[in-house]
């Protein structure tokens, strides 16, 4: 008998693991399925559906990084799939039916607490595309200068060693993709170390990716305001021994597409190829 109750209690507490994993794989699976439906509806370029996916993403789940990573794959995956002539779009009415049924779902399952690590977030409103900042000419600009054009925004500094150069570069072969229809899309480079990029240094490093890239830069409150309103993070690094001025920025590497309104329409998870960048953004054009 002493060893009976030990034996219940790892019992219980292995049926308890059980039962969390299993909810933690259904969480997934109905986030990955509602990612797909995303992937349909911007094929079919049916945008007020993607917008409300997004919304009911946006008020659902919890505030971590994962579960968004993971819808903007199946997502993407799922547009590509049907991207090279042979995808069909369902009908309407029957498309709906599951978008509602995949909502009711995903809500159904969060109402179970998620045991995943999670990110800390700037805060809980959704993105503001507002901004004021100077370009890497000196002139002052804002969000406001950009209206009736798309704008693809990245965040970085210039001597990041790998995730900026890789997004720019992207940035740029999606915009030579694109052809003429890049002509409606102002590419922006924000950075967020502004102490050693000024508009002389942004004008030098963005000059070597695409001709229309602007960057963009100001005070530290202004680039913090802005970071803020897009729900970017980035910390100063400096490593043990180091100088205080070698030090490197760790930031979110996303890319953001805002609408001609300024208004936010899609996030897009670092090392996203130029290709698929293109497609993404022709679906909303």
Same mark, same amino acid.
């Given at each position: 008998?002493?060893?009976?109750?030990?034996?219940?209690?790892?019992?219980?507490?292995?049926?308890?693991?059980?039962?969390?994993?299993?909810?933690?794989?259904?969480?997934?699976?109905?986030?990955?399925?509602? *990612?797909?439906?995303?992937?349909?509806?911007?094929?079919?370029?049916?945008?007020?559906?993607?917008?409300?996916?997004?919304?009911?993403?946006?008020?659902?789940?919890?505030?971590?990084?994962?579960?968004?990573?993971?819808?903007?794959?199946?997502?993407?995956?799922?547009?590509?799939?049907?991207?090279?002539?042979?995808?069909?779009?369902?009908?309407?009415?029957?498309?709906?039916?599951?978008?509602?049924?995949?909502?009711?779902?995903?809500?159904?399952?969060?109402?179970?607490?998620?045991?995943?690590?999670?990110?800390?977030?700037?805060?809980?409103?959704?993105?503001? #595309?507002?901004?004021?900042?100077?370009?890497?000419?000196?002139?002052?600009?804002?969000?406001?200068?950009?209206?009736?054009?798309?704008?693809?925004?990245?965040? *970085?500094?210039?001597?990041?060693?790998?995730?900026?150069?890789?997004?720019?570069?992207?940035?740029?072969?999606?915009?030579?993709?694109?052809?003429?229809?890049?002509?409606?899309?102002?590419?922006?480079?924000?950075?967020?170390?502004?102490?050693?990029?000024?508009?002389?240094?942004?004008?030098?490093?963005?000059?070597?990716?695409?001709?229309?890239?602007?960057?963009?830069? *100001?005070?530290?409150?202004?680039?913090?305001?802005?970071?803020?309103?897009?729900?970017?993070?980035?910390?100063?690094?400096?490593?043990? #021994?180091?100088?205080?001025?070698?030090?490197?920025?760790?930031?979110?590497?996303?890319?953001?597409?805002?609408?001609?309104?300024?208004?936010?329409?899609?996030?897009?998870?670092?090392?996203?190829?130029?290709?698929?960048?293109?497609?993404?953004?022709?679906?909303?054009?």
């Amino acid at each position: 008998m002493k060893y009976l109750f030990p034996f219940l209690i790892s019992l219980v507490l292995l049926l308890q693991a059980a039962v969390t994993t299993a909810s933690t794989h259904s969480q997934y699976r109905v986030v990955r399925q509602l *990612g797909e439906l995303n992937g349909i509806a911007l094929h079919c370029r049916r945008i007020d559906e993607t917008r409300r996916m997004k919304r009911a993403m946006v008020e659902t789940l919890p505030k971590i990084k994962a579960l968004g990573d993971l819808f903007d794959q199946a997502s993407h995956e799922r547009f590509l799939s049907l991207s090279g002539g042979e995808g069909t779009c369902p009908l309407r009415s029957e498309f709906k039916q599951q978008i509602v049924a995949a909502i009711e779902e995903l809500r159904g399952q969060f109402s179970v607490e998620l045991e995943v690590e999670e990110e800390p977030v700037v805060d809980n409103a959704p993105i503001d #595309g507002r901004y004021l900042l100077m370009n890497h000419h000196g002139q002052a600009i804002t969000d406001e200068d950009f209206r009736g054009n798309f704008q693809i925004i990245a965040f *970085g500094y210039t001597h990041c060693p790998d995730i900026c150069p890789t997004s720019l570069a992207v940035i740029s072969m999606a915009m030579e993709i694109l052809g003429d229809e890049s002509k409606r899309i102002q590419p922006l480079f924000v950075t967020i170390d502004p102490t050693r990029d000024t508009a002389e240094v942004l004008s030098n490093y963005v000059g070597f990716f695409h001709p229309r890239i602007i960057g963009l830069t *100001g005070s530290t409150e202004f680039v913090e305001r802005a970071a803020r309103n897009f729900k970017v993070r980035y910390e100063k690094v400096v490593n043990e #021994g180091d100088s205080p001025d070698r030090y490197w920025m760790d930031h979110t590497a996303s890319l953001y597409l805002m609408d001609p309104d300024g208004g936010f329409l899609a996030k897009f998870a670092h090392g996203i190829s130029a290709q698929t960048l293109a497609e993404m953004i022709r679906s909303y054009l």
